[in-house]
């Protein structure tokens, strides 16, 4: 008797699984997700209401206490366990605390590679509660001088080999600001931290030096070139960091994972994402200083590598690596990061084997992220129905000429259709808080859209555009305003413009990204006009971009231009520019190229430009 009704059952189930296949496909992938995110939402609530409060810092501290032996960080081969970090830090908490009083909430500015004592000096300050703002090793003189400014640390530290960066501009530091160095002998006006660390005590701090009252208080400040401007400090308040730091997690890696990080950590993707989901995970990270492409599989299969963290960049870097024997012969089995490309996300798995490529979507200030959590080639995400009740993110039509929303003759916005590329904002509400930008209110509402559906309305504009399929995978287009990204960082449009504005033959300049087939991002280009009666000096505007802006931000291609347009509130026209791209045979004006061997720009040829198609010249 039992049988035809197994029979049955089991037909019930292979039915019911077909109708789920046919219409929703990836039920099962959403729900597990979603189950996942609301474990993690669950778990930090009945901490708060506990009145707990665990940051991560708090985590690492209780992973330190039960695995005291477990590598926490390898690096260039040698081991740290989580309690050489605890220590080590805890040394870098007493020196401050002697030497340099420090109180809860201050901020400490941190310009350090990638090394151990980035995370000992960050761990250390959050010891004492300070907020630590990661400046990006690339930038110098004035930049420097403009991010250290904005956040109003109360001391620096510097990495031993950044210290010429803080040299040049130490006349200009505010005269109250202690600096740091890493290192035991120190020009004059700064002090070695290297030195103090020895003798510092590497007892536990009392955790009343710490211990967060809120998870809305700041924890770090990233900087950011957000899509408008100059960089900006974006605040990362304890939650947010915590939320990042699930980000591992709720991909499915675990405590065995060796998590090979390659990123600056100066981002967040490199010390939220990476770092701080290690923590989370109580796993091991393999941290190098810098990304290496002939070095990446040796290091994976050296160090049993099973997760690694990229940006596009990276995966076609190493599709363009020579092949070599046994390419699939590793121990890596996901990847999370974000910006690979359809063609070289395919090429990758072809060439490196069946590694899950976990793409994520999210602006370090943001208030919205996506996972690809179905794994759909190209997709950065998916949105659902559960999705939408946690996020309410939106895509609304864009007037691409004068490079702002397009709002009806009532003044709101509007959705744009399936299929259709729209900018993604995402609303903020009390669940899904802006924390803005230290210090600044203006460049804090600039990132803020109000009134869009209806009166008092106010969502955060990601600068994004995207596009949402029929099956409503989110896929990135582009990114709009003033800033364009290129080999993994945001440049501000406006920044470079300055600078190159400061040579006295130039009257404007207007920079902006045009793609370059076969590349992530935009490459930079720089449109001038030259004042009258003044002639170009190509090696003086070379010189000028490579003394003040990091590699990654000189314009790459230079266009001269009579007369430069503008729009109806005179600022430069960009979207016909940007079109018109860098073909020498469309544009008509004198077209350059930048050329690092002989340290100037020379002219854009036909010969060239068909080199630079053809990828044969790397940019
Ligand atoms: C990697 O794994 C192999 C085999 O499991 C082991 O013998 C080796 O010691 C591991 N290497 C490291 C650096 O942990
Ligand atoms: C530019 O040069 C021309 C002729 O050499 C002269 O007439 C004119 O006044 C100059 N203009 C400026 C702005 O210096
Ligand atoms: C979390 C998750 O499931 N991520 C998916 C991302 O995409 C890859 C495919 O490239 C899938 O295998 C992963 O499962």
Redesign the pocket.
């Known amino acids: 008797m039992l049988l035809p009704w197994v029979s049955g059952l089991g037909a019930g189930i292979v039915f019911l699984h077909f109708l789920q296949k046919l219409l929703l496909p990836y039920f099962w992938?959403d729900l597990w997700f979603l189950l996942k995110v609301i474990r993690c939402g669950i778990r930090i609530e009945r901490y708060r209401r506990q009145g707990e409060l665990v940051t991560v810092l708090d985590t690492f501290l209780s992973h330190a206490r039960r695995q005291p032996r477990k590598p926490f960080i390898v690096f260039e081969g040698d081991t740290y366990t989580y309690e050489d970090v605890d220590k080590r830090s805890s040394r870098v908490a007493h020196v401050f605390l002697n030497h340099s009083p420090l109180a809860k909430g201050d901020t400490v500015a941190l310009l350090m590679s990638n090394e151990p004592d980035f995370v000992h000096v960050w761990f250390g300050l959050a010891k004492l509660g300070c907020v630590v703002a990661f400046l990006n090793t690339n930038i110098r003189s004035h930049s420097l001088l403009h991010c250290v400014r904005s956040c109003q640390p109360r001391a620096l530290v510097v990495g031993a080999d950044l210290l010429e960066a803080v040299e040049e501009i130490l006349p200009s530091l505010p005269a109250d600001l202690r600096v740091w160095a890493v290192r035991d002998s120190v020009p004059r006006g700064v002090a070695s931290l290297t030195e103090k660390l020895r003798t510092a005590s590497d007892k536990p701090l009392p955790r009343s030096h710490h211990v967060a009252s809120n998870l809305k208080t700041p924890s770090l400040y990233i900087f950011t070139s957000g899509t408008t401007g100059v960089p900006k400090a974006a605040v990362i308040t304890q939650l947010q960091a915590l939320k990042g730091a699930a980000g591992l997690w709720a991909?499915?890696c675990t405590s065995d994972d060796i998590i090979y990080i390659t990123l600056p950590l100066y981002h967040s993707s490199g010390a939220i994402l990476g770092i701080g989901g290690c923590i989370e995970l109580g796993a091991t990270c393999v941290l190098k200083k810098k990304f290496s492409a002939s070095q990446f599989w040796n290091d994976c299969k050296k160090y049993n590598v099973t997760v690694f963290q990229y940006i596009g960049e990276i995966c076609r870097y190493l599709c363009k690596q020579p092949k070599r024997e046994g390419e699939k012969d590793h121990q890596v089995r996901l990847a999370v990061g974000n910006g690979v490309r359809s063609d070289v996300w395919r090429e990758f798995l072809d060439r490196f084997g069946n590694i899950?490529?976990?793409?994520l979507y999210g602006a370090t200030e943001g208030n919205i992220c996506f996972?690809?959590?179905?794994?759909k080639?190209g997709a950065v995400g998916r949105t659902n129905f559960f999705y939408k009740l946690f996020f309410t993110f939106e895509l609304i039509k864009y007037d691409f000429q004068k490079d702002e929303p397009i709002r009806n003759q009532q003044g709101w916005c509007s959705h744009v259709k399936k299929g259709e590329p729209g900018l993604l904002i995402s609303r903020v509400t009390e669940k899904n808080p802006f924390f803005g930008y230290v210090g600044n209110k203006k460049h804090t509402e600039k990132k803020l859209l109000c009134d869009v559906f209806k009166k008092g309305d106010v969502y955060f504009n990601t600068g994004d555009l995207m596009v949402q399929d029929h099956e409503n995978f989110l896929y990135f287009c582009d990114r709009l305003g003033d800033t364009f990204r290129w080999k993994g960082e945001n440049i501000a449009t406006t920044e470079v413009a300055d600078i190159i504005g400061m040579l006295d033959f130039i009257q404007e300049s207007n920079v902006y990204g045009v793609a370059v087939p076969g590349c992530e991002g935009k490459a930079g280009m720089a449109s001038i006009t030259l004042k009258p009666n003044k002639s170009l000096d190509l090696e003086k505007v070379y010189e000028q971009v490579v003394t003040f802006l990091p590699a990654y931000a000189c314009p790459r291609f230079l266009r001269i231009q009579e007369k430069m347009e503008t729009t109806g509130t005179f600022k430069p026209k960009k979207f016909q520019l940007v079109q018109e791209g860098f073909s020498p045979l469309k544009i008509s004006d004198p077209l350059y190229f930048m050329d690092n061997l002989k340290k100037t720009y020379v002219p854009l040829t036909k010969g060239l430009y068909d080199q630079i198609m053809l990828g044969e010249i790397k940019l």
């Open positions: 992938q991909f499915g899950k490529m976990c793409e996972m690809n959590h179905t794994g080639i």
